[in-house]
């Protein structure tokens, strides 16, 4: 029997889903960019104050809010496609006999960040 | 059916996992601090209070916990990113960026120590 | 009075084909015809070679998957109407080998179906009468019960399309619809399966395939729950008796 095998190359370009899978996927290259940019901020703050202000002054450079944009943007879907995907790594979370429904967890899971979020940003206004 | 052998995936994707939630939590909030409201002088970042944050205990957890998490969680997708682009991929390449990942977790840790407190 | 509607086919026939070719045929349709009624007109009034498989017509039997469109469909609960005036392009479900015209091997997936294990394992079996199960435990394995082995979500599924190794999102659903089975006892004779790198390890959550499943299996996260005991069954093996 001599069947055919189709090949995959450029599989990702074939459905609209697809895309929207390598753009989550893709958001990983600035979750690293941006630990390094964290990394960066941190070896700076070590050696000294003028070294620190530096770092700071570099993040205003149009280059840094170019980069920084762009991060935000896929991050935020990062998120959005991970709450959304939550309730299917996980066993049925019941209470009693009640199945909560995914749409609960994804809801409770957004609340957290949104919650955790403001903290952080009046944390660090106060700060 | 091949050799079923235990795969050893679970210790990266735990750390994986890890990063995603966190960084899904509030990768965002820290992107707009660091991006926007800390150019625009929304936010005061002075540096005898970052000092303070790192030397103190709670920030030295918290500023490692980001680093390391968001690396190791960048690199587990990276990885699965060149397979999906139909690139073959070996233990060779994950340990590149497992180890790469792991070597910034390091430098944190020990840059942390470094300023003391 | 009726429209035409334009339906390409993939055409591969071994004995004279090299390659896939395609072959577009005008068909006259109706509001209510299905793509497999399409298919059917051109198999008995325009050319009787086009070689493809369907059986209940009703979306229970599971045989007639094809690509509509790029979309991996039921041909028999997909419409025409709802892609006129363009064109409708049919071809076999993505990620198999084509033995003939729309027809597939899914010899691979039988061979992973086998693989899970799939039957209630039990030594504690009743004396009289039957198991008893209480609704709550039913609703634990219930959707994954309701696989009609279409394979629409291995086409779907583009880690089984690079690596074919990779269990799959069907049988690792079917696996899952058995250990989380109150009668079922075999969990840990299918964990070697679980935890294996072509077990839910080579899932990266597109999560294609539940959105393309017609029966609303989800076995992305049957999968994915997976990882979750996996990962258990790595770290505490050491503390287990």
Redesign the interface.
């Known amino acids: 029997m001599r069947t055919y095998t189709r090949p995959m190359a450029g599989w990702w370009r074939r459905n609209p889903f697809y895309l929207w899978y390598m753009l989550r996927e893709a958001s990983c290259v600035f979750i690293t960019a941006y630990a390094l940019v964290l990394l960066w901020g941190l070896a700076r703050l070590s050696q000294g104050k003028p070294q620190f202000e530096a770092w700071l002054a570099s993040l205003a450079s149009p280059v840094s809010i170019a980069f920084h944009a762009i991060a935000l943007l896929l991050v935020l879907y990062h998120a959005w496609t991970w709450f959304k995907v939550m309730p299917r790594t996980m066993p049925f979370v019941r209470l009693g006999a009640w199945r909560v429904p995914d749409g609960f967890i994804v809801a409770f899971a957004f609340a957290s960040s949104i919650v955790l979020s403001g903290a952080l940003f009046i944390a660090v206004w106060r700060l | 059916?091949?050799a079923?052998?235990?795969?050893n995936?679970?210790?990266f994707?735990?750390l994986f996992g890890a990063?995603?939630?966190l960084?899904?939590?509030?990768?965002?909030?820290?992107?707009?601090?660091?991006?926007?409201?800390?150019?625009l002088g929304?936010?005061?970042?002075?540096?005898e209070?970052?000092?303070a944050?790192?030397q103190n205990g709670f920030g030295k957890a918290a500023?490692l916990l980001?680093?390391s998490l968001?690396?190791f969680?960048?690199?587990?997708?990276?990885y699965?990113?060149v397979?999906?682009f139909?690139v073959h991929v070996g233990p060779g390449l994950k340990a590149a960026f497992h180890g790469f990942a792991a070597l910034?977790t390091l430098?944190?840790g020990w840059?942390?120590l470094?300023?003391g407190g | 009075m009726s429209r035409t509607i334009q339906i390409e086919c993939l055409r591969y026939h071994p004995e004279r084909d090299a390659a896939p070719r395609y072959q577009t045929y005008e068909v006259p349709f109706t509001d209510d015809m299905s793509v497999l009624q399409g298919l059917q007109y051109i198999k008995d009034r325009l050319d009787g070679s086009l070689t493809f498989r369907w059986s209940c017509r009703m979306a229970i039997c599971g045989s007639c998957g094809q690509m509509v469109n790029g979309v991996p469909v039921l041909g028999c609960e997909t419409f025409l109407r709802d892609y006129y005036p363009g064109k409708v392009r049919v071809e076999p479900l993505n990620h198999f080998p084509i033995v003939r015209d729309l027809a597939i091997d899914q010899s691979d997936f039988l061979e992973k179906l086998e693989s899970v294990k799939p039957y209630l394992i039990s030594k504690n079996v009743p004396e009289k009468a039957a198991f008893l199960q209480t609704p709550r435990q039913m609703e634990d394995y219930y959707q994954y019960s309701q696989c009609i082995n279409c394979v629409l979500c291995y086409a779907a599924c583009p880690q089984y399309g690079l690596n074919s190794a990779f269990t799959g999102p069907a049988a690792l659903a079917l696996l899952h619809r058995y250990n989380a089975d109150s009668r079922d006892e075999g969990k840990s004779e299918r964990m070697k399966v679980v935890n294996a790198e072509d077990g839910v390890w080579g899932c990266t959550l597109v999560g294609y395939c539940s959105e393309v499943c017609p029966k609303g299996v989800d076995p992305a996260r049957a999968v994915n729950q997976n990882k979750i005991e996996s990962t258990k069954d790595y770290f505490f093996r050491f503390f287990r008796k």
């Open positions: 059916m091949a079923l052998k235990r795969s995936k679970p210790i994707w735990s990063g995603g939630m960084s899904a939590l509030i990768g965002p909030m820290l992107i707009l601090i660091t991006g926007i409201a800390l150019p929304m936010v005061n970042f002075s540096y209070r970052a000092v944050f790192a500023i980001v680093i968001f690396l969680h960048g690199v587990h997708r990276m699965h990113c397979h999906d139909g910034g430098a944190a840059l942390l470094s300023i």
